[in-house]
């Protein structure tokens, strides 16, 4: 069963950055579509970027130009570096497939405050 593990959210400043990663479990990872899903308070779970298996990327316009998804395939692993961190970015950002596994992560909670 595939293992999802968020990790780097914290309380950053507005104009910020963060770089959040992703631990997958099991040998699925390097064969799968990846994407970085976020929830705020009272909203419903959005995704804000995807990466192919094979590399290539895309991103919900509110975060394109400023985030950056990535992934290394030898160490089962994904990262989001998110800079210009706005207050509306505010959220728990979690890991999955672009089609999702049908089990989450804890996720991590990034908070943009001044």
């Known amino acids: 069963q595939v293992q999802l593990v968020e990790s780097g959210g914290g309380l950053v400043q507005p104009g910020g950055s963060l770089r959040l990663s992703c631990a997958v479990s099991?040998?699925?990872?390097?064969?799968?579509?990846m994407g970085w899903y976020r929830q705020a308070p009272g909203k419903q779970r959005e995704l804000v970027a995807t990466?192919?298996?094979?590399?290539?990327?895309s991103y919900a316009g509110s975060v394109k130009g400023r985030f950056t998804i990535s992934r290394d395939n030898a160490k089962n692993t994904m990262y989001l570096q998110m800079n210009s961190l706005k207050p509306e970015d505010t959220a728990v950002y979690y890991c999955?497939?672009?089609?999702?596994?049908?089990?989450w992560g804890q996720g991590t909670q990034v908070t943009v405050s001044s």
């Open positions: 999955n497939g672009k089609q999702p596994f049908n089990k």
């Open positions: 099991g040998s699925i990872f390097r064969f799968t579509d």
């Open positions: 990466i192919t298996r094979l590399g290539g990327t």
